[in-house]
């Protein structure tokens, strides 16, 4: 089961606003992709990351997980993300 | 659990500071549900997905709005149809059930007219190739045959002796109007003369009556001035007639041209802050109608034959996603179920497109590809939307116009169209082709047919 990492001293406002001082580069999330990144960085798996949005969200969990592997893939595309 | 949220996908943006984002200011998206009162998901269930939709409503309105524009600043107007801008039976009828004749530019279009019922002299017969038996049907109907070129000129003058009858003919004419590219391939020149020689071929020959002169400056005109000069020079030519052979004639015919609300690619603001108003059109028109300086009763006629203006914002196509998609370079793609063979127009305009349910506020850029196995298929290169999911439904406005006449078979079977009525029933004006539909005009030789 992979795990994550995410770089130190991100941090995602509640505006869904982050900015990496490496960088200096900005990004915005929606509120999903917001609780997604917070709960990645607090070290969970994929799989716990999909039943902690599918218990929030009106989803079930395939498309979540089709939508999440997307989502770290864009990610990892920026730099944001790398696996353990 | 039963206060659960509304799901969307997730997504994260890159900001580019120190640029406005190039669609502006993060444009909201506003959802649109319903067409005329018609919720789309019930349109999709009872006729499918792709699915274009017409509506009677807008069509009506848009003629009427165009006549009352046009007859508030010229006292004689008569709108024709274009039919090769959308020949379906039932948008026809709506235009002829508003007074408008029909504008034909082939043997099929002429046909199809007079099958709905349009009188012979209610037709304007336009374009370079009519064959001799269309010419003859056209004569023996008093149709309006506009003359393209000399060789049609002689042609019709053979056939009336033969024949026995009149022609009521008119010219088409092209000019120099400071707008690039000419259109100078279609009817006689007017700058060079050849023009004025067509009238004076005409007025010599006794079968043959001048009833009026044609022009049609070109499509999608964005310059109201262009169409100031050529009815300038149209009353010009009107006036030498009057004053060389004591001819009056019965219509100046403008063509049609005037551009849609449709943004063009690469065109940076969107059409409704550059394209000139109707209103724009028509003052130019009857301004340069005014070196006429006929009196009221001996003005002609002015006759229109607008065409996308008049019924593109009236065409809607609903579409689905059919899956989203990741480029190598990060960008969304979306995959939907209507192709560039159906929607002809996304080669030349930035379509209007709204996602057809409710959805988030949070949008990203995406392209958007039809389902041809084909890489010219790109209905859109870019264009920020929510997040859609499969199933999803779209509206892509403004394709009233050439789609549904430029459309190809191809690869799939064209969709169904349906026309939301007046009084919110919807009618099915073109069914969905078949299999059946398409190999009935195939023949298999009998060495391949199985036994
Ligand atoms: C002779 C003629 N009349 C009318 C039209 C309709 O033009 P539009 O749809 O640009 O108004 C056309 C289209 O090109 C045309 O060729």
């Known amino acids: 089961m992979s795990k994550y990492m995410i770089p130190a001293n991100l941090a995602v406002s509640d505006t869904g606003f982050l900015f990496m001082p490496s960088t200096g580069e900005t990004f915005t999330l929606n509120e999903i992709g917001r609780d997604i990144f917070k709960l990645l960085q607090t070290g969970l798996t994929e799989d716990e990351v999909v ?34 | 659990m039963s206060e659960l949220k509304r799901y969307e996908r997730p997504i994260i943006n890159k900001q580019y500071s120190g640029f406005m984002n190039k669609f502006g200011t993060s444009p909201i998206t506003t959802p649109k549900t319903e ?9 999709v269930e009872q006729f499918g997905s792709p699915l274009f939709v017409m509506s009677e409503r807008r069509i009506r309105e848009n003629q009427r709005n165009a006549y009352r524009i046009f007859k508030t600043r010229y006292p004689k107007v008569q709108f024709a149809w274009s039919y090769k801008t959308n020949y379906l039976d039932a948008v026809c009828s709506v235009f002829h059930s508003e007074n408008s004749w029909a504008e034909v530019v082939s043997e099929f279009e ?47 003058i053979e056939i009336t002796e033969q024949i ?65 000069i050529a009815a ?58 005014f070196s006429l300086s006929f009196s009221a009763e001996d003005l002609p006629l002015l006759i229109l034959e607008t065409g996308r203006a008049l019924v593109d914002d009236a065409g809607y196509l609903i579409t689905s996603v059919l899956a989203n998609k990741r480029l ?7 995959i939907i179920d209507a192709g560039v063979n159906i929607l002809f127009t996304s080669f030349w305009y930035k379509h209007k497109i709204s996602p057809a349910q409710e959805c988030g506020v949070y949008q990203e850029e995406a392209a958007i590809y039809g389902p041809l196995c084909m890489n010219i298929d790109c209905v859109r290169e870019s264009i920020t939307l929510p997040s859609l999911k499969q199933g999803d439904k779209l509206i ?50 009998a060495k391949f047919q199985k036994k």
């Open chain 1, 51 to 84: 039943s902690s949005i599918c218990e929030k969200y009106d989803c079930d969990a395939s498309t979540c997980r089709k939508d999440l592997d997307d989502f770290l893939g864009q990610l990892k595309n920026y730099s944001l993300l790398s696996e353990l």
């Open chain 2, 35 to 43: 067409i005329d009162g018609i919720a789309v998901n019930h349109l």
């Open chain 2, 110 to 156: 002429y046909d199809k007219a007079r099958r709905l019922g349009i009188k012979g002299d209610n037709i304007i017969f336009n374009g370079p190739d009519k064959s001799r038996e269309a010419l003859v049907k056209a004569i023996r109907n008093k149709s309006k045959i506009h003359i393209d070129h000399f060789d049609e000129l002689y042609l019709i």
């Open chain 2, 164 to 228: 026995q009858m009149k022609a009521e003919v008119a010219i088409r004419i092209n000019m120099d109007v400071g707008v690039y590219p000419k259109w100078d391939r279609f009817g006689f020149n007017y700058e060079n003369g050849e023009a004025w020689q067509a009238i004076k071929r005409i007025m010599a020959n006794k079968n043959l009556k001048l009833v009026g002169l044609h022009t049609h400056i070109g499509t999608y005109m964005m310059s109201a001035e262009a169409y100031r």
């Open chain 2, 232 to 289: 300038t020079n149209m009353a010009l030519l009107t006036r030498s007639i009057r004053d060389e052979y004591k001819h009056l004639l019965q219509y100046i015919d403008m063509g049609g041209g005037f551009a849609s609300n449709n943004t063009l690619i690469g065109q940076y603001l969107p059409a409704e802050q550059v394209v000139p108003s109707l209103e724009q059109f028509a003052d130019a028109i009857s301004s340069g109608l």
């Open chain 2, 328 to 334: 190598s370079g990060g960008k969304r793609a979306l």
């Open chain 2, 396 to 445: 892509i406005e403004h394709v009233g116009a050439y789609d549904m006449t430029q459309w190809m078979q191809f690869i799939t079977l064209r969709p169904n169209v349906v026309m939301v009525m007046e009084d919110k029933s919807t009618e099915l004006i073109r069914k969905a082709e078949t299999l059946e539909y398409i190999i009935e005009r195939e023949n298999l030789p």
